[in-house]
């Protein structure tokens, strides 16, 4: 079983930086897909980035794409996403997941994930 941590999110203005890291607990990290997703207040919860258990291949909403970067480190049982070039749409709550295989479906349950973080505040004011 995986256990998930996000930390890193916060207030910055349109064109910052943000890097939020996941931390996950649990023998089997790395043989996980692993993924962000995120939800903006009134609006339905979107995918944002994904990374194979490797790290060789990653995958990204058209929204964030060049702008958004994830990795993972599998000795640290972390996965990384670097914001670059924030602007006012992406602040949202952002969550860490974790399963076995890729699941890019924001509209599936949290249940349907074999981990689900609690969430961290990404707030980018124009």
């Known amino acids: 079983q995986v256990q998930l941590v996000e930390s890193g999110g916060g207030l910055v203005q349109a064109g910052g930086s943000l890097r939020l890291s996941c931390v996950a607990s649990?023998?089997?990290?790395?043989?996980?897909?692993m993924g962000w997703f995120r939800q903006a207040p009134g609006k339905d919860r979107e995918f944002v980035a994904a990374?194979?258990?490797?790290?060789?291949?990653?995958y990204y909403t058209d929204s964030v794409r060049g702008r958004f970067t994830i990795s993972r480190d599998n000795a640290k049982g972390t996965v990384y996403l670097q914001m670059n070039s924030l602007k006012p749409e992406d602040t949202a709550v952002y969550y860490c997941?974790?399963?076995?295989?890729?699941?890019?479906?924001?509209?599936?349950?949290?249940?349907?994930?074999?981990?689900w973080g609690q969430g961290t505040q990404v707030t980018v004011s124009s």
């Open positions: 997941e974790a399963d076995r295989n890729l699941i890019t479906r924001a509209t599936l349950p949290t249940t349907s994930f074999e981990a």
């Open positions: 990374i194979n258990w490797s790290g060789t291949d990653t």
């Open positions: 649990g023998r089997t990290f790395s043989s996980y897909f």
